[in-house]
């Protein structure tokens, strides 16, 4: 792995924040500073360092800003999916009883009596 002098780690944080336009939290940065590294490293050994260039440390703040970027973005679409499939089941959810039919839309339950003499 790349190591990176602590002034520098200073830097690739300001790059990642400029990229991204706002402060990186610490939870943030420790999430995505290894993974970009890791991603950075496998760059460099495929592709070369580009004289140089790749082992700026701009280059490694737009990897990690990039990093939280994804992360943010699948977090929200996960949300989104899970609240979906939530709305999903309770409006299609039914469950029936021996003499009563319970349906439930959107959260409330309809009870509807079921008399065995209309089933027949």
């Known amino acids: 792995m790349i190591s990176v002098n602590p002034k520098a780690i200073k830097e690739v944080r300001t790059e990642a924040e400029s990229f991204l336009g706002k402060e990186i939290t610490d939870a943030e940065w420790n999430s995505a500073f290894p993974?970009?590294?890791?991603?950075?490293?496998?760059?460099?050994?495929?592709?070369?360092?580009?004289?140089?260039?790749?082992?700026?440390?701009?280059?490694?703040?737009?990897?990690?800003?990039?990093?939280?970027?994804?992360?943010?973005?699948?977090?929200?679409?996960?949300?989104l999916a899970r609240t979906k499939e939530k709305g999903r089941s309770q409006e299609e959810t039914t469950q029936i009883m021996t003499n009563q039919l319970y349906t439930t839309v959107s959260g409330d339950v309809n009870p509807a009596i079921f008399r065995e003499e209309e089933a027949s």
């Open 35 to 79: 993974m970009a590294q890791r991603k950075l490293d496998c760059i460099i050994q495929r592709f070369g360092d580009a004289n140089g260039e790749r082992r700026q440390a701009y280059y490694l703040g737009r990897l990690v800003g990039e990093n939280i970027r994804e992360s943010a973005f699948s977090a929200y679409f996960e949300a």
